[in-house]
């Protein structure tokens, strides 16, 4: 019987060394271009000999004052640059907030309290069916005003829920550093629907006995990708006042914003959100470089609110029968998906190798001059980055980013497994999701992560960190208990 013929990899190998070489040549053109430079001058001079070389110096005829001069500029300018380029920023650490297992709601628990709350069957099968395709697991988290029939929004219920979890995320990171509260500057809090009076800053101030002259801010209103914002905000801050340590706290309070009506629109964020936290410890002391575990390379940030529909895509507002919630517009994938756009096409030149500019910038010249329906050349971000934290707002987010930026299943790992875990935490999620890469053991020195968050507004906002030592697996932390069973295979429907 006579042999299959074996496959034809010549023409593939070949075409994947041509893109190698492509890539090497690029992204080091410098480097190559300098090389036969040198040699020329090298041989030059080694052609010319001692004697002629000196010879040569001698001709210059430079005297003691123009040395001394020549040596004045340089340093002047060394001075003036490092003078003027900005401070670095680094994250020393960071904690999340760990649910406690009574504040699990396993499916069955959610659905048997949603047909005691809600009378209309509609809504009761609307909210399993987001449910079973959600992407959530059995032990994600509500607070305990939630589990109350009919749920307990009152202020106290919501304070308490605060306190909760930004004390305990506090807590572990003061743990984690020895960081003492009196040496904290800056103080940044952002938490979208809970703002009451005095602030979650003032509670903080309050609760730790915090500095009278501590620089404390609170963002309320700024949806899911605040937590950026407030590393955005504590930067420019750090940037003006040397040696500073500037906590950022990332949370979304449940308890007030649970939807008691039968608007569909507004019942997605019932069926998503779950409660966190993250508290973030920033600084730009030189001392802290040896200890800190990142450093902030970039922040970039897009705001669509000057379009009314991606103003209103994320619409906090009252249902005909007067109950309030946020409404998720249809339109929401599609407003994220023009938004992550404007995002990576500022990010990208700041980020990518020459060898994806380059092809990026042909790729458009050809579609304006050539071929308008040429189709247009996705950059691969995976040159530029080793880690990938996408919000995990639900898994329909995931799915699109992983598709568009042409991201394998281990790049959206972190994010798949967050959402499985923990839920929608809303701006916290990035920093369960960074905890998570880390338990996993996979983050070393001098890799790249970056972290997409998408908010109401509507927002895309974008920071890249850059590793500063290889993390050792965390001993504890949110994952702790559970890190062994990830990742784990989640079904596009689970029947209830």
């Not at 920033?282 to 575990?293: Q, T």
């Not at 972290?451 to 960190?465: E, L, Y």
Request: charge should be positive.
């Amino acid at each position: 019987m006579p042999r299959a013929p074996l496959p034809e990899f010549s023409s593939s190998l070949r075409l994947k060394y041509v893109k190698l070489g492509y890539q090497h040549l690029v992204d080091n053109f410098v480097t190559f271009l300098s090389i036969p430079v040198m040699v020329a001058v090298g041989l030059e001079l080694v052609r010319r000999g001692p004697q002629e070389i000196v010879g040569l110096w001698r001709a210059l005829e430079l005297d003691v004052i123009h040395i001394l001069c020549s040596v004045f500029v340089i340093v002047f300018v060394a001075t003036v640059y490092f003078m003027s380029r900005p401070r670095p920023v680094y994250l020393v650490e960071y904690a999340c907030f760990k649910p406690p297992s009574n504040c699990r709601v396993p499916f069955s628990t959610f659905m048997e309290h949603t047909r005691l709350i809600n009378s209309d069957e509609k809504s009761v099968q609307f909210q399993m069916r987001i449910l079973e395709r959600s992407g959530l697991g059995e032990e994600t988290c509500l607070p305990p005003a939630n589990h109350y029939i009919p749920p307990h929004p009152t202020m106290e219920a919501s304070r308490a829920e605060a306190q909760l979890v930004i004390f305990s995320a506090i807590d572990d990171l003061i743990r984690k550093t020895g960081l003492k509260p009196k040496d904290i500057d800056i103080l940044v809090v952002n938490c979208s629907l809970f703002s009451p009076t005095p602030s979650l800053s003032a509670m903080i101030i309050n609760k730790y006995k915090l500095r009278s002259n501590i620089r404390s801010f609170n963002l309320s209103g700024m949806g899911c990708s605040a937590g950026l914002i407030s590393i955005d905000l504590a930067r420019d801050l750090l940037q003006v006042h040397p040696g500073s340590n500037a906590l950022v706290i990332s949370t979304e309070i449940i308890t007030p914003n649970f939807y008691a009506g039968n608007q569909r629109a507004m019942l997605l964020p019932n069926c998503l959100f779950r409660m966190g936290a993250a508290a973030i410890l920033l600084s730009n002391r030189r001392r802290d470089a040896g200890r800190a575990k990142y450093r902030l390379v970039h922040v970039v940030r897009t705001h669509k609110g000057a379009d009314d529909r991606a103003y209103r895509c994320v619409y906090e507002e009252e249902d005909a029968e007067g109950h309030t919630g946020i409404s998720l517009s249809k339109d929401l994938m599609a407003i994220a998906g023009e938004a992550l756009k404007s995002n990576i096409t500022t990010i990208g030149p700041l980020v990518l190798p020459m060898s994806e500019q380059l092809l990026f910038f042909l790729t458009l010249v050809a579609r304006k001059l050539i071929n308008p329906k040429r189709k247009p050349y996705i950059p691969d971000f995976k040159k530029a980055f080793e880690h990938f934290c996408i919000h995990a707002g639900g898994r329909a987010v995931i799915d699109e980013l992983q598709k568009n930026l042409e991201l394998s299943a281990e790049h959206v790992e972190a994010s798949r497994m967050t959402l499985h875990r923990f839920g929608n935490t809303s701006s916290s999620s990035l920093w369960y999701e960074l905890n998570y890469i880390e338990s996993k053991g996979r983050m070393r020195r001098g890799d790249r992560v970056w972290q997409i968050g998408f908010g109401s507004g509507f927002k895309c906002n974008s920071a890249v960190w850059k590793c500063m030592r290889t993390v050792k697996t965390p001993i504890d932390g949110p994952w702790s208990e559970c890190i062994h069973r990830y990742p784990v295979h989640i079904p596009e429907v689970v029947k209830l």
